[in-house]
Structures are given as C-alpha cells and as structure tokens.
C-alpha cells in the first residue's frame, strides 16, 4: 500500500504564514509529479502548486509569489510554503503524487486525506 500524509495545516491571522508537508510512504518504486490542490466549502478541488521529478514548478495565479513548493526526491516528501495568508486561502489542502509502486507499473495518482488551513481576518 502507498499512503500520502499531510500535515501542517493550522489556524492562522492574516499575513501569516504556514508550512505544509507532505510524506509519501510504502511500496513506492519512483514519483514523478507531485502537487498540492485544495477544496474550499463549497468550491471545486484547484490545483494551487505543481513540481516535477526535475524541480520544474508552477502555480495558480492566486497564490504566485506568496506560495512555493518544494520536493526531496530522496524522502519522497512535498513541502508548500505559504506566505501572506489570506482568508480566501482558507480550504482543506490535498498532497497529490503521480507514482509507480513496481518498474512495470504504470503511473497511477494518489491522494492524501487532506489538512486544513483556516486563515482568520
């Protein structure tokens, strides 16, 4: 079994800032893309960060230039930094890793259960 864990999320003001991590654990035989994608209530599921094997990134409009993703290949981990905080942050974050168990596999998408983040104004 794979399993993807998040943690981090927290109640926080606004301006502040957040730290996710997420740790992808069990048979797990190489990870190519991974991502951090959140759901407010009542809202569709968004990407808000994306980063490939190589280190090559990208972002929702709404978070450039406050948020950065980050990966350790060796660890299996994805971190999301998030900087200035706004209430429109506020939503449950999902970790998202497109990985292969065994050489011949085909890649597949896994989810984590989700943290949430809640920014107070």
């Known amino acids: 079994q794979v399993q993807l864990v998040e943690s981090g999320g927290d109640l926080v003001q606004a301006g502040g800032s957040l730290r996710l991590s997420c740790a992808a654990s069990?048979?797990?035989?190489?990870?190519?893309?991974m991502g951090w994608y959140r759901q407010a209530p009542g809202k569709e599921r968004e990407l808000v960060a994306h980063?490939?094997?190589?280190?090559?990134?990208s972002y929702a409009d709404s978070v450039k230039g406050r948020f950065t993703i980050s990966r350790d290949n060796a660890k299996n981990t994805v971190n999301l930094q998030m900087n200035s905080l706004k209430p429109e942050d506020t939503a449950v974050y999902y970790c998202?890793?497109?990985?292969?168990?065994?050489?011949?596999?085909?890649?597949?998408?896994?989810w984590g259960q989700g943290t949430q983040v809640t920014v107070s104004s």
């Open positions: 980063i490939t094997r190589g280190g090559s990134t």
């Open positions: 069990g048979r797990i035989f190489s990870i190519n893309n």
């Open positions: 998202n890793a497109d990985l292969r168990r065994f050489l011949s596999d085909s890649y597949a998408e896994y």
